[in-house]
């Protein structure tokens, strides 16, 4: 009973998918620190926090500039198309330190959605599953901090670039 009566009481927080729904760098700061928040007590959770964060930041790049994707959620291939449309794909560059760096980046978004189906608490797991640690969490969140970061400000860049 008291139980119900402290939930009556709490402010409910925005989901992620709310805040994030006026995309900004504030907005993606606002969910990577509930994620580093999670990361020593759920680090299940962080790790899949970090892979949606992700996701819902190119869904609403690739909204707000008119591309399709497929919404079956591989994160790989939606990444691949925002990177394409903002310009920042590895293959769209000549000087190969940015085609380094940028296809490190893709590797990162494929290892966090790889990390995310293995360790994340997003699928049911067995007896033997193994357990991530609160570094193996600080390291996905941390990664996609930066990832997300580095597409709204290209984003923005790209927005309020003149033509």
């Not at 992620?16 to 299940?44: G, K, M, N």
């Not at 940028?102 to 290892?111: A, D, I, K, M, R």
């Not at 996905?140 to 984003?155: E, P, R």
Request: glycine share 6%; with cysteine.
């Amino acid at each position: 009973m008291e139980l119900v009566e402290a939930r009556a009481t709490t402010p409910l927080q925005p989901t992620d998918e709310q805040v994030l729904s006026r995309l900004s760098p504030e907005s993606v700061q606002t969910v990577w620190h509930r994620a580093l928040d999670r990361r020593i007590s759920d680090p299940e959770g962080a790790i899949t926090v970090a892979r949606s964060l992700l996701e819902t930041v190119c869904k609403h790049i690739l909204d707000d500039l008119s591309v399709r994707y497929d919404d079956s959620g591989d994160l790989p291939k939606l990444y691949r198309l925002t990177s394409e449309a903002l310009t920042i794909a590895p293959s769209q560059h000549t000087e190969q330190v940015f085609k380094q760096i940028l296809g490190g980046c893709t590797s990162v978004v494929e290892g966090l959605a790889a990390l995310r189906n293995r360790l994340g608490d997003a699928h049911g797991g067995g007896r033997a599953r193994i357990k991530p640690a609160p570094r193996h969490a600080q390291l996905a969140v941390n990664l996609a901090g930066a990832m997300t970061s580095f597409l709204v400000a290209t984003w923005e860049a790209r927005k309020n670039a003149p033509t």
